[in-house]
């Protein structure tokens, strides 16, 4: 197990990058996200096209109960991120730390999205995670964590992220660095050891 420490738009927080799933083992937990069961949660593409840019991303589920959110990036016509989102109906997670992620990565840094609305647009609460290029891992990123973000800034007079009012979580790479990318996703959970 090694700790990894990520920058969050100048911010810096603690990542747990573990091999083995022991933290989800050791705390209480709940599944947010088990692409064994795809139909509980609506998932969408959301990519620079909405701006004029021409990166490409898709969703894909595998025969292993996994899912691959893949494709390609572009900085062409000021493009530079792709993105998939998943909607819930209610999701109060307060009485957990954060979230723990199990993915398997291409050696690019994602990022985990949260929304507090339904909203196609607006604030959006980021953290960073890094992965290793063909290596499961798990990633435990703390609510606290999480930044608010609007196109790129931190907006002013934003709020910290309320984990009892989550209604989206996504994924997003935007690291400036054109080409292909996968990442596989076997879940998410909300996870109460506050590490």
Known sequence: MKLVVAALLGVSASVLVSPTPTLAQESQSMEVIDFRFPDRVRWRIVNDGVMGGR?????????????????????????????????????????????????????????????????????????????????WTEVFLPF?????????????????????AIRQIGLLLGDKKEGPFALEIAWIQAVSADL
Not at 99 to 106: I, P, S
Not at 120 to 135: I, L, M, N, S
């Open 55 to 135: 990166s490409e991303s898709s969703l894909e589920l595998t025969d292993r109960g996994t899912a691959t959110f893949r494709g390609n990036l572009s900085l062409e016509n000021n493009g530079g991120f792709a993105s998939t989102r998943a909607l819930f109906d209610e999701l109060d997670l307060r009485s957990f730390a954060g979230l723990q992620l199990r993915v398997r990565g291409d050696g690019r840094s994602y990022e985990l999205r949260i929304r507090t609305n339904r909203n196609f647009d607006g604030v959006a609460y980021r953290a960073e995670f890094p992965t290793e290029a063909g290596e």
């Open 144 to 164: 606290s964590a999480f930044q608010p973000s609007f196109r790129g800034r931190v907006p002013r007079g934003a709020t910290p992220l309320d984990p009892a």
